[in-house]
T-cell receptor
Framework: KAGVTQTPRYLIKTRGQQVTLSCSPI?????VSWYQQTPGQGLQFLFE???????NKGNFPGRFSGRQFSNSRSEMNVSTLELGDSALYLC?????????????FGPGTRLLVL | AQSVTQLDSQVPVFEEAPVELRCNYS??????LFWYVQYPNQGLQLLLK??????LVKGINGFEAEFNKSQTSFHLRKPSVHISDTAEYFC????????????FGTGTRLTIIP
């Protein structure tokens, strides 16, 4: 079974631009979560989607948004990029919305904002 | 809300020596506990998790952790480390109320000295 895939793997943008990142969960997984990883703030939860609905959201500004499609694939969008948005963005999937389920992480998208 | 403290940001250990990575958590409700490993330029991989039952949990790659409720700790141990264990290790918690969000510690970088 294929793992969680994220595209693109690397991205360079300039301030003010917007970016869309994609995540394809493991087949059969319906929950997708997004995390931001930076050296200063560590791993922080962005949001979680289940069956096309956002169920949980972290403490990020409204510039960060996401969605989930009927095939469970998810995208996250960051508008009006700031230098501080440079980070590794990780996507994780799990079978169901049960909280004790193991989350499987993708390799991440490394975003650099210049 | 929960928080996780990993007191050691870096731990150097000689090859074949034992290691303990410390994790303490704070929460007003019962939690589930996880240890993840991140190899260079990769996503996170689950090492082990504690949901309930025996407080000693065995994971992959010879790692184990012990849940101590009175000390609110979940320390990770391995009796004999290998060069391949060089990575960053993250402790994480989620509350048992159904919130899918994982709260991570700041990570411990384990360096194996040959």
């Amino acid at each position: 079974k294929a793992g969680v895939t994220q595209t693109p793997r690397y991205l360079i943008k300039t301030r003010g631009q917007q970016v869309t990142l994609s995540c394809s969960p493991i087949s059969g997984h319906r929950s997708v979560s997004w995390y931001q990883q930076t050296p200063g703030q560590g791993l922080q939860f962005l949001f979680e989607y289940f069956s096309e609905t956002q169920r949980n959201k972290g403490n990020f500004p409204g510039r960060f948004s996401g969605r989930q499609f009927s095939n469970s694939r998810s995208e996250m969008n960051v508008s009006t990029l700031e230098l501080g948005d440079s980070a590794l963005y990780l996507c994780a999937s799990s079978v169901d919305r049960a909280y004790q389920e193991t989350q499987y992480f993708g390799p991440g998208t490394r975003l650099l904002v210049l | 809300a929960q928080s996780v403290t990993q007191l050691d940001s870096q731990v150097p250990v000689f090859e074949e020596a034992p290691v303990e990575l410390r994790c303490n958590y704070s929460s007003s409700v019962s939690v589930y506990l996880f240890w993840y490993v991140q190899y260079p330029n990769q996503g996170l991989q689950l090492l082990l998790k504690y949901l309930s039952g025996s407080t000693l949990v065995k994971g992959i790659n010879g790692f184990e952790a012990e849940f101590n409720k009175s000390q609110t700790s979940f320390h990770l141990r391995k009796p004999s480390v290998h060069i391949s264990d060089t990575a960053e290790y993250f402790c994480a918690v989620s509350d048992i109320s159904g919130n899918e969000k994982l709260t991570f510690g700041t990570g411990t970088r384990l360096t194996i000295i040959p």
